[in-house]
């Protein structure tokens, strides 16, 4: 039977339905540990294809019967990434690529500055950046602002007594889009036992979301970067400033002198 125009025309539909699944698919898993329970996954399957098709019957009925524990296990060891991979009520913006203008290197660095600001002064803060997922419940609990990002708007937030100044402040793109929102707590029970309540909050957006969240502490002066689940503590200027750049631009980071939060804990 000859190829006809129609039969293109659904080899073509369906080639694109299928890159659009694929690719909204991967952009959900994108830039968090769920990834490696993907491959986890893709390896399982691979190892139990090749004991069937070379007839290694008994590592093929291991592989088997261990499906459904290895499965339980895996779902287990990375709850945190499934849950902030599904959860409802976090959106996306658009099809491909989300939010718009991102905040720029000028932007970081005075936001950085104002955070300098609050170190010497001894005061705490947790300014968080959306990046792919919508966080409009987050914003909704607390204060539109709506303002340009300004060194001394943050520090008046953070600084005084302020209403505003133990929640968090919501920056995307060149606004300072609300303060005072309430982040979810950390269920992590390995947290160092001098974080306080910025640092697990900081630790659970980054968990439940793909959002970069800047904590000052309060107590050390230490300026941490949680994102993707984890919580880089005591980072440089430079290091923040960088990884936010690489995050904004949905590139991997990992610093290189810091150590993570749920390893440091012990």
């Known amino acids: 039977m000859p190829v006809t125009i129609i039969d293109w025309i659904r080899a073509a539909a369906q080639v694109v339905l299928l890159t659009v699944f694929f690719y909204n698919a991967y952009i959900a898993l994108a830039q ?62 658009r099809l491909f690529r989300i939010g718009g203008a991102q905040t720029s290197s000028d932007q970081i660095e005075t936001i950085l ?54 929640g968090a402040m919501i920056i995307q793109g060149s606004k300072i889009i609300a303060a005072g929102c309430y982040l979810p707590l950390s269920g992590q029970t390995d947290i160092r036992a001098s974080f306080g309540t910025r640092h697990r909050a900081a630790l659970g957006m980054a968990e439940e979301s793909d959002a970069a969240i800047i904590v000052v502490s309060e107590e050390t002066g230490a300026i941490s970067l949680a994102c993707n689940g984890n919580l880089y503590y005591d980072l440089s200027h430079d290091e923040i400033k960088s990884m936010l750049l690489s995050l904004f631009n949905y590139l991997d980071v990992q610093p290189n002198s810091s150590e993570e939060a749920r390893s440091d804990a012990q």
């Open 32 to 93: 968090n540990r769920a990834t490696q329970l993907i491959r986890s996954v893709l390896i399982y399957v691979f190892v139990y294809f090749f004991c069937r098709l070379t007839g290694l019957s008994v590592m093929e009925k291991v592989l088997r019967v261990c499906a459904v524990p290895a499965a339980v296990f895996l779902a287990v060891v990375y709850q945190p990434e499934l849950r902030r991979t599904f959860t409802p009520g976090v959106r996306r913006n």
């Open 113 to 166: 500055n104002a955070c300098q600001r609050l170190v010497q002064s001894k005061r705490g803060a947790l300014i968080v950046f959306p990046r792919k997922l919508a966080l409009k419940n987050i914003i909704d609990s607390g204060t539109r602002v709506n303002a340009d990002i300004s060194s001394a708007l943050i520090v008046t937030v953070f600084d005084h007594d302020t209403p505003l100044h133990d």
